[in-house]
């Protein structure tokens, strides 16, 4: 791909690209138990007392076993997701102090361009027949 990213964004990017994958392969393990549970009588899963509803130990079973796996992937996932937060959330801090460092910095590049603005001119001198000899360069500027 692109460039790489180097630094505290290097290292904040890989921590969240591990996040992003482990997070997004335990999404798909959602999904598909997700999917098991479609298969599953619902009226088992909405029975109230009283009501009449009737099934196999086996369906009571089976859908018992779809419901604790499905419980345990979303519980995996929120944690994932959480790791993946936590990351985000110092980028979050790191690009503020970015952002505002950078806006200071604009700020000061501003008045150092207003204060150019006092600054009279003067004719350059003359490096020719400076100090009587060709060529020569004039002292630096003196301190005020």
Excluded: W
Excluded at 57 to 63: F, H, I, M, P, T
Aim: net charge neutral.
């Amino acid at each position: 791909g692109g460039g790489k990213l180097t630094g505290e964004t290097g290292v904040l990017a890989g921590k969240l690209e591990e996040a992003l994958v482990r997070a997004s392969s335990i999404q798909k393990q959602c999904g598909s138990i997700a999917a098991q549970k479609k298969a599953i009588r619902q009226d088992i899963l909405t029975a109230a007392p009283g009501g009449g509803v009737t099934a196999t130990q086996l369906e009571v079973g089976e859908a018992r076993q779809v419901l604790e796996m499905e419980k345990g992937a979303l519980q995996d996932y929120h944690k994932e997701v959480t790791g993946v937060l936590g990351v985000l959330k110092d980028l979050l801090k790191h690009y503020m102090a970015e952002h505002s460092a950078t806006q200071a910095t604009v700020q000061a590049i501003d008045k150092a361009k207003e204060a150019m603005e006092n600054v009279g001119f003067r004719e350059p001198s003359n490096t020719l027949t400076f100090a009587g000899k060709v060529g020569a360069r004039p002292p630096p500027p003196t301190e005020s």
